[in-house]
């Protein structure tokens, strides 16, 4: 079990203006913010981001939301990281996610959900690597 996880608010959710709000969710759950940056991913950076799905159906439309506006990228440290962030998000699906979560409150849609959280110790890993180098972690 890792400490570390990884997260993106995504484009709906910055161009709404909830950034704020969902990193005071965060830090109010006891996660300590290791790394941070406002980015934008091109459509090849997203593709390789969500390579994983690339044969699904919803791969073109990813990519497509995920490089239509800036995303905030962030490295959160808590004991069992995974699973408490995988718990403070919510589901996928914004309508089954439970009262509180961040995607029941900052989601629209399963597509435009607010909020990526990794699902894995080992992907939390590669996604962190993924946006972040050693000197930009603290």
Same mark, same amino acid.
């Given at each position: @079990? $890792?400490?570390?996880?990884?997260?993106?608010? =995504?484009?709906?959710?910055?161009? =709404?203006?909830?950034?704020? *709000?969902?990193?005071?969710?965060?830090? &109010?759950?006891?996660?300590?913010?290791?790394? @941070?940056?406002?980015?934008?991913?091109?459509?090849? #950076?997203?593709?390789?981001? /969500?390579?994983?799905? #690339?044969?699904? !159906?919803? /791969?073109?439309?990813?990519?497509?939301? @995920?490089?239509?506006?800036?995303?905030?990228?962030?490295?959160?440290?808590? &004991?069992?990281?995974?699973?408490?962030?995988?718990?403070?998000?919510?589901?996928?699906? !914004?309508? #089954?996610? *439970?009262?509180?979560?961040?995607?029941?409150? /900052?989601?629209?849609?399963?597509?435009?959900?607010?909020?990526?959280? $990794?699902?894995?110790?080992?992907?939390? &890993?590669?996604?962190?690597?993924?946006?972040?180098?050693? =000197?930009?972690?603290?």
């Amino acid at each position: @079990m $890792s400490n570390q996880t990884f997260t993106m608010i =995504k484009p709906d959710a910055v161009k =709404k203006g909830y950034t704020g *709000a969902i990193l005071d969710h965060i830090i &109010k759950a006891g996660f300590h913010i290791s790394a @941070m940056k406002l980015t934008r991913l091109t459509t090849e #950076k997203a593709g390789e981001f /969500y390579a994983i799905h #690339k044969e699904r !159906p919803f /791969y073109q439309e990813l990519v497509s939301f @995920m490089s239509s506006g800036p995303i905030v990228a962030a490295i959160l440290t808590k &004991k069992n990281a995974v699973d408490e962030f995988r718990n403070l998000i919510g589901a996928t699906d !914004p309508a #089954k996610a *439970a009262e509180g979560t961040i995607r029941k409150l /900052y989601a629209d849609s399963v597509g435009e959900n607010a909020v990526h959280g $990794s699902d894995s110790d080992a992907n939390a &890993k590669i996604e962190s690597d993924f946006f972040f180098t050693e =000197k930009e972690r603290f």
